[in-house]
């Protein structure tokens, strides 16, 4: 059994797409996912399972517009994965200046090198970024809403979510509390 990050972009934002997580928790347990857990209302689940990834991306979007009606892009990362996310991080957390935030955006697929060539021209920002595999890692020097970096990058056309670091640190150690508690 794997224990998985499922992060559902786009829900309980601004009032749109509503599900409440005791709702999805039981629509995720409906379909066999094991010991469920969210964390926050922005779409955050984690669970166990056998099944291979791809088959259960789909299978957690078919049931999600099955159950409350709308399409929502998932995007799932292993236990393994989402800490690899950690260590792979260029910034340092603990040396950020007073304003500065640290995002990862976590996308469905790797941009492949033609899409990534099809990016705007980038020099003239003021955030930093860094793009490994399927994560975007995002050092904002402003408000992440005031930035324009990530409205560019979302040319790559893989659906992609946000986390802020904080999230992304809290979601590593839920995993890895029900990865060491597998028996």
């Not at 935030?101 to 990534?116: D, G």
């Amino acid at each position: 059994m794997t224990i998985y990050l499922a992060l559902l972009r786009g829900i309980n934002v601004g009032g749109h797409k509503k599900i409440k997580m005791a709702d999805l928790k039981q629509t995720l347990e409906s379909i066999g996912l094991s010991r469920v857990q969210t964390y926050i209302q922005s779409g955050n689940v984690l669970f166990e399972s056998a099944e291979e990834p791809v088959r259960l991306q789909t299978k957690i979007e078919e049931e999600i517009h099955r159950v409350f009606g709308f399409q929502v892009p998932v995007m799932l990362r292993t236990s393994a994965e989402l800490q690899r996310v950690l260590d792979h991080c260029p910034y340092s957390p603990d040396s950020l200046a007073e304003g500065d935030s640290i995002h990862v955006s976590f996308l469905t697929a790797a941009p492949t090198q033609a899409e990534i060539e099809k990016l705007p021209d980038l020099s003239d920002e003021t955030d930093e970024y860094l793009l490994l595999g399927r994560e975007i890692y995002y050092l904002f020097h402003q408000r992440m809403p005031d930035s324009k970096l990530p409205i560019k990058l979302q040319k790559l056309g893989a659906p992609a979510t946000v986390r802020n670091w904080n999230t992304v640190t809290k979601l590593a150690a839920l995993a890895k509390a029900m990865d060491s508690s597998i028996s």
